[in-house]
């Protein structure tokens, strides 16, 4: 491997929560066996392509302050720069994955048929940084939201030609993550929505949605791709409406086209907190309606209305999201990916190795105490306790038609009474761990 900024990095290290070595790991040892498993088998931890190696600083108020040698020179040779220094960030992090978008990895060409060449010819140098290294590809994905091409939408543009690029973009990307042994392919609909009902067929443009996704799902299974097919829920920022608002939104789309079964979803806090929910929550709808796939970690600003995509460091809230994560079983083709960029004063190379060092330690720090909750037992007791009655076979809803159980309240004449949902003693019990 070539020099890169990050050469002088010695790989990360578990050294304990003792620790004062700032490049250390206090809380994530891989090899830990965790109900069951080593701890990097459950978290399955992954490098986000897009915000550690592509992002400048730039915001809507100011010009770029992030400058790395790969962003200057030929574009296919400054590619090859970026992959390399990618893969050594991922050596000094000892991170299993990475994700990618298809424009993070490889330049957009002159015309359609030279960008596709371009993600196809960067996919096999990328395979090859996989078997020198063995990292593995968590997921990959397109980037349909970026060029003004874009600016209403992909699949549901109302311009059949942007449908069509967006189409063979598509197929390209799954293709390469699929010849990279990725674990998922993931579709974001980063504009898929609309500004104003005054210029939108609203019911156009989610019967092409749909279309689209049933499109790749049938190509998934044409090629052989085993992984899921992950859709992100987003609700607003950069468009004021977008159709994926949240995990239930999803859902009764999915439902709506058949594709339930097919498809299932990419969640980020941030996303959830934008959509008026807990990460939990979107967590435990998703784990309810069997479409539980991955998770993106990273936290917003609660005093900024807008994705910050501020790296995690909010043990308590994350181990009440591991929780439900656990309670549905776990991640299996998922993973953790870290969806978070640093802020636009942080330039040097060392605040991204230290962005993520605090990121994974949080996550670790989490999933334990998610895990003791787990092993513990008391917090799922409560639960299955205050829902004991419906599990008895004679219960007061037993009856096959609402006639039947109206007449059998009646004939008891038992008031219910009212039971305490212990929600502040159950608050208590969380904290202690």
């Not at 598509?170 to 500004?195: M, Q, S």
């Amino acid at each position: 491997m070539s020099d890169t900024i990050f050469s002088s990095f010695p790989t990360i290290r578990f050294e304990g929560p003792g620790s004062d070595n700032p490049l250390a790991y206090r809380h994530y040892d891989p090899d830990r066996v965790v109900l069951g498993k080593p701890l990097k088998d459950h978290l399955r931890l992954a490098v986000c392509y897009w915000h550690s190696l592509v992002m400048n600083g730039s915001d809507p108020f100011g010009a770029p302050t992030i400058d790395r040698p790969w962003m200057h020179g030929e574009p296919m040779a400054a590619a090859r720069a970026k992959a390399d220094a990618a893969f050594d960030l991922f050596r000094v992090l000892g991170v299993p994955f990475y994700t990618f978008h298809d424009r993070d990895v490889a330049p957009e060409g002159a015309g359609l048929s030279e960008t596709l060449a371009n993600t196809r010819e960067m996919g096999e140098y990328l395979g090859r940084k996989q078997a020198e290294t063995g990292t593995r590809l968590l997921w990959g994905t397109a980037n349909l939201f970026s060029h003004p091409r874009f600016m209403a939408g992909a699949a549901s543009n109302p311009d059949p030609e942007v449908f069509a690029w967006s189409a063979a973009t598509v197929k390209t990307a799954l293709d390469v993550t699929h010849a990279l042994g990725g674990a998922n392919y993931v579709l974001w609909g980063g504009r898929e929505g609309y500004e104003t009902l005054l210029n939108t067929d609203l019911k156009r443009e989610i019967d092409q949605m749909g279309r689209f996704l049933s499109l790749v799902v049938d190509y998934k299974h044409k090629i052989g791709f085993q992984g899921p097919i992950l859709i992100e829920p987003k609700p607003r920022e950069p468009t004021k409406h977008q159709y994926d608002f949240d995990a239930a939104t999803v859902y009764g789309f999915l439902k709506h086209f058949g594709l339930e079964r097919d498809v299932k979803l990419n969640l980020e806090e941030n996303h959830a907190i934008l959509a008026g929910h807990t990460f939990e929550h979107e967590i435990a709808v998703a784990n309810a309606f069997g479409i539980f796939g991955s998770l993106d970690i990273n936290r917003g600003d609660p005093l900024l209305g807008w994705d910050t995509d501020q790296f995690p460091n909010d043990a308590p809230q994350l181990a009440l999201a591991f929780y439900q994560v656990l309670k549905g079983g776990g991640l299996t083709t998922g993973g953790l990916n870290f969806d978070a960029k640093i802020r636009r004063q942080s330039i040097e190379p060392d605040d991204l190795v230290h962005a993520h060092i605090g990121g994974i330690d949080t996550c670790a720090r989490s999933f334990l105490t998610a895990a003791a909750m787990i092993e513990d037992g008391r917090l799922a007791a409560h639960v299955a306790d205050r829902y004991a009655g419906w599990d008895r076979p004679d219960h007061a809803a037993a009856g096959h038609s609402l006639e039947e159980i109206a007449a059998a309240a009646e004939a008891r004449a038992i008031a219910p009474k009212p039971r305490s949902g212990r929600q502040e003693m159950l608050e208590n019990l969380v904290n202690r761990f």
